[in-house]
């Protein structure tokens, strides 16, 4: 059993922006710029947006933050969105998901325009992906993707298993895996990953453990602390595990620690690949979002075009 090290694959992404970045400012031009938006103070969304910005300063990324009182209007939303859109100092910028509840998720995602979308979570952005036009992809997605590159893992005729249908991860890294290798961004390469046999399964899904034995590839993102179990598992398969969970446990210092979706102690031995959690999954995602940024600042900046 390998473990897939995303800390480290993540590291090596960040290092490779940073000497970008650092070239780019010596050459005279501008560093580029993220602008994050978060509304209202869920803890768990003001971790995730500290550990954004903080990745952005390692690399060099200017990355201002936004912050909009959960009591403001959609209205008000809107307006920061459309004027993010038009400010030609902003490469890409995002809305940190989730919203309050009187704010429409859809409608603010579709305001987003999508050559600044460097989280890839729009209609536009998706809708462009899926026939092979360029667009950034979403960002978990990608960095499972860029994960398995890494590990020289391979996808095309292989049966893969998505655990969960989220606008996030599930449909997406579903779409991703069952086409052909498009080339994503006038700038980057084409992924050597795709040609894959996948289903989708949900909560609703029958007999799930029995479809997942049948895959060489297992990807988790239903928020379920140790759904997949040992006996869900075949022999040398590979798993990726996107949950982060928390569970009660006095002996750590926090009183709780982090699981993903995946029994890890009983699954792991039946792997040939794994990711852990946390320092798996997490840390590509943020990378992809960097990367992400890097690339909407080449297309406006060094003259390429997102047409």
């Known amino acids: 059993m390998i473990l897939l090290d995303g800390k480290k694959v993540a590291q090596e992404i960040r290092s490779k922006l940073r000497d970008s970045v650092t070239f780019n ?9 993220l602008a994050i938006v978060i509304v209202g103070h869920n803890p768990a969304s003001e971790t995730y947006v500290a550990n954004k910005i903080k990745a952005c300063q390692e690399v060099g990324i200017e990355v201002e933050k936004i912050v909009m009182e959960e009591s403001i209007k959609e209205r008000e939303l809107l307006a920061m969105v459309r004027r993010l859109n038009r400010d030609k100092s902003v490469d890409g910028f995002i809305v940190q998901l989730p919203l309050p509840e009187h704010i429409s998720e859809a409608k603010v995602l579709t305001a987003i325009d999508f050559r600044k979308d460097v989280d890839g979570l729009t209609p536009m952005s998706m809708g462009r ?3 092979g036009l360029p667009a950034f992809r979403s960002a978990t ?5 860029e994960l398995l590159q890494a590990y020289a893992i391979p996808t095309e005729g292989k049966h ?13 890294m579903a779409m991703m895996l069952m086409q052909r290798p498009y080339l994503s961004l006038p700038n980057m390469s084409a992924s050597a990953l795709g040609d894959a046999t996948v289903t989708v399964c949900h909560s609703k899904t029958r007999r799930l453990g029995a479809i997942c034995r049948t895959a060489d590839i297992i990807i988790v993102a239903a928020g379920s602390p140790k759904l997949l179990k040992a006996n869900m598992v075949k022999e040398g398969a590979v798993v990726i595990d ?16 982090l699981v993903g979706d995946v029994d890890f102690e009983a699954v792991a031995p039946k792997c040939s690949y794994i990711t852990p959690v946390p320092g798996g999954v997490g ?25």
């Open 242 to 257: 996107v949950g982060i969970n928390r569970m009660d446990d006095a002996s750590f210092p926090r009183g709780y620690r």
């Open 141 to 145: 997605p990608s960095g499972i993707l």
């Open 283 to 307: 840390p590509m995602t943020i990378a992809m979002l960097l990367k992400q940024t890097s690339l909407a600042y080449s297309a406006k900046v060094l003259g390429l075009k997102m047409k």
């Open 160 to 172: 893969v298993v998505v655990i969960g249908r989220s606008n996030i991860v599930g449909k997406p």
């Open 25 to 33: 400012i010596e050459k005279g031009l501008r560093a580029p710029k």
């Open 129 to 131: 992906a899926i026939q």
